[in-house]
């Protein structure tokens, strides 16, 4: 079975911290990307990444940087965590090209709380 | 820009019963795709249905299917005989066809279905 799999379920940090939100998927898929999810907001995109070492800014990418050194895996960091990045982070991944696969491969999420 | 509005914040309705979600979306676009997904209280975001937007026939995955409206940009999921475990956050998405396969989400429909 596909997996993306995030290595934190919860997590909880304090201001000022640097913060790396790991995922990694096993399907081969070129693209990979990092929401933000909150409640009456839904799901914003904050960086995709469509190949190894490159990354590109989604909506709110303002706090935020990604790394993708291997194609499996792509990091979220928040340079310095602040309260207003409390939320809930998910990871996805794509195949571009696979039509009858169009869609995104979730990850299970990191709730992070900055305290 | 797209966008996608999904009018219903919160639902109800008995179990066994039919409900329909409702979802708008508005582009220039004219190849898409449209997607409802869910994301039950375990978290893991789950594809229900997808629809390209040249096919003129609604797609249906057992007892959810689509009414798509392409011409009125309207994309509704009808759940027949729901069952408790329908219940879940269900969001809306679009997504042009381009190389990065961006997915845009509206914000949400939390549906509970009630025994």
Known sequence: ?115 | AQTVTQSQPEMSVQEAETVTLSCTYDTSENNYYLFWYKQPPSRQMILVIRQEAYKQQNATENRFSVNFQKAAKSFSLKISDSQLGDTAMYFCAFMKLHRDDKIIFGKGTRLHILP
């Open chain 1, 1 to 115: 079975d596909v997996k993306v799999t995030q290595s934190s379920r919860y997590l909880v940090k304090r201001t000022g911290e640097k913060v790396f939100l790991e995922c990694v998927q096993d399907m081969d898929h070129e693209n990979m990307f990092w929401y933000r999810q909150d409640p009456g907001l839904g799901l914003r995109l904050i960086y995709f990444s469509y190949d190894v070492k490159m990354k590109e800014k989604g909506d709110i990418p303002e706090g935020y940087s990604v790394s993708r050194e291997k194609k499996e895996r792509f990091s979220l960091i928040l340079e310095s965590a602040s309260t207003n990045q409390t939320s809930m982070y998910l990871c996805a991944s794509s195949f571009p090209g696979q039509k009858a696969n169009y869609g995104y491969t979730f990850g299970s999420g990191t709730r992070l709380t900055v305290v």
